[in-house]
Each structure stands twice: as C-alpha cells, then as structure tokens.
C-alpha cells in the first residue's frame, strides 16, 4: 500500500514540477529549481519501473527523493504543499523501516517512536505463536507483531517462549 501512495505521490510531484517548468521563462530562476525537482521526483520512479521485473523497488529511494523535492516546494514558495509531503514522506520511512525487536537478559528493546526498553518485570506474559508476538504488559498495554517468514529464519517458538517465561518468572520474583 506504501508504494502505491509514493507512487501516486511522486506522479503528482511530476506533473506538477512539469506544469510550473512549463509556465515558468527560462530566465526565471525558479524555472531551474523546477526542472532539478521533475529530475530528482522522476528518476526513483522511471528505476524501479525499469527494475520492476527483477522484483527491486526500492521504495526508500523514492520517499528520500520526496523528501528532497518538498525542500524544493518549500524553496519555490509553496510552503504547505512542500510541508506537507515532507511529513507524508518522513513518516513513510519510518512506516517502511525494517522491525528489529531485540530480547536482551535485562529488557526488551522495542523499536517505536519513540524506541523503548521494556523490563522484563513490566512483562505480565509474552507469547510467539503462529508468526504474531504478542507482549502483554503489566499496565494493561498490549504490542503484537506479525513476523513474516522471511524474518523467522530458524526461529524455534517453543525454545523463545521457554526462554521468555523463564525471563518472565525470574523478573518477578527479583522485586
């Protein structure tokens, strides 16, 4: 869904780079700002069109690209348009970011915006079941993830959830 929407984004961002080169004179020095933003918009999009068979998009490229062209909004004067696709895009990359959750002997690291460390007293029960990790905490919050195949390389459910509760168990019974 992510690269649909910087798709139609950078597609709209062409078009519009592409009208206000045309209405702009050569002599303006907009008129070279707006052909830098159609170049840098167009070229992400035109790659991994061309890249689509081999199964490449890379979409960070194209939300990078984005961001770069809101610069080049903001520059040329249209401020809300060149905010605005700047916060679409930003929060497109950390949308898009790849999930690391990381079990250390002392705390979860779970990486949200902001990232947080859980300690596995804050814990009331955690569970890998089916591929979706479930963390209940003790202030009734509840964080699930769904981990993709692709991420499960050799992961052992029962081994983890063994290893959990015995990390659940002696937090508990620290305090």
């Known amino acids: 869904m992510y690269k649909?929407?910087?798709?139609?984004i950078s597609i709209i961002n062409i078009f519009g780079f592409a009208?206000?080169?045309?209405?702009?004179?050569e002599e303006n020095s907009s008129h070279l700002l707006f052909i830098?933003?159609?170049s840098m918009v167009s070229s992400p999009l035109v790659?991994?069109?061309?890249?689509?068979?081999?199964?490449?998009f890379n979409l960070a490229n194209m939300l990078v690209s984005l961001m770069l062209a809101s610069i080049f909004w903001v520059i040329a004067g249209f401020y809300f348009a060149g905010c605005l696709q700047f916060i679409s895009a930003l929060s497109g990359l950390f949308a898009v970011r790849k999930m690391k959750i990381d079990f250390k002997y002392d705390y979860i690291f779970y990486p949200?915006?902001?990232s947080k460390k859980i300690k596995w007293n804050e814990v009331a029960n955690l569970v890998l079941k089916d591929n979706i990790l479930t963390i209940d905490l003790k202030n009734?919050?509840?964080i699930q993830y769904r981990i993709k195949e692709s991420e499960n390389d050799g992961l052992n459910e029962d081994s983890f959830n063994t290893f959990v509760q015995q990390r659940i168990t002696q937090s508990s019974n620290n305090i």
């Open 4 to 8: 649909v929407i910087a798709i139609l």
């Open 19 to 25: 009208f206000c080169t045309a209405k702009t004179s």
């Open 36 to 38: 830098i933003g159609f």
């Open 47 to 56: 790659t991994s069109l061309v890249f689509k068979k081999s199964g490449q």
């Open 112 to 114: 949200s915006i902001p």
């Open 140 to 142: 009734n919050k509840l």
